[in-house]
């Protein structure tokens, strides 16, 4: 009923940049806030960046002053963009959309695909 479409990652060199975009599709009512998330093989998902549909953001320390989290609301589509990558930043990128179907009103909470970003040193 609701999809989660995620694009932009890649490999990239240290110190480079990547753009990641996430659109949600389907029987929206409305998005309450969308996130980033990363799982690096051996490790937990953990925060990577959320922010709510009205423009509230916060972010994991290690990124603060290299990623910026933002939300197209009319599209339903949120992006993270990614400067000064590091080798640490290597893991699978998901998308996660909170928000409200249209036709039952019920809350909804669902995750994308995963996208791979692989930071070489």
């Known amino acids: 009923q609701v999809q989660l479409v995620e694009s932009g990652g890649g490999l990239v060199q240290a110190g480079g940049s990547l753009r990641l975009s996430c659109a949600a599709s389907?029987?929206?009512?409305?998005?309450?806030?969308m996130g980033w998330y990363r799982q690096a093989p051996g490790k937990q998902r953990e925060l990577v960046a959320h922010i709510t549909s009205g423009g509230s953001t916060n972010y994991r320390d290690s990124v603060k002053g290299r990623f910026t989290i933002s939300m197209d609301n009319a599209k339903n589509t949120v992006y993270l963009q990614m400067n000064r990558l590091k080798p640490e930043d290597t893991a699978v990128y998901y998308c996660?959309?909170?928000?409200?179907?249209?036709?039952?009103?019920?809350?909804?909470?669902?995750w994308g695909q995963g996208t791979q970003v692989t930071v070489s040193s």
């Open positions: 996660n959309a909170q928000g409200i179907y249209y036709y039952t009103r019920d809350d909804f909470d669902f």
């Open positions: 389907g029987s929206i009512f409305s998005i309450n806030a």
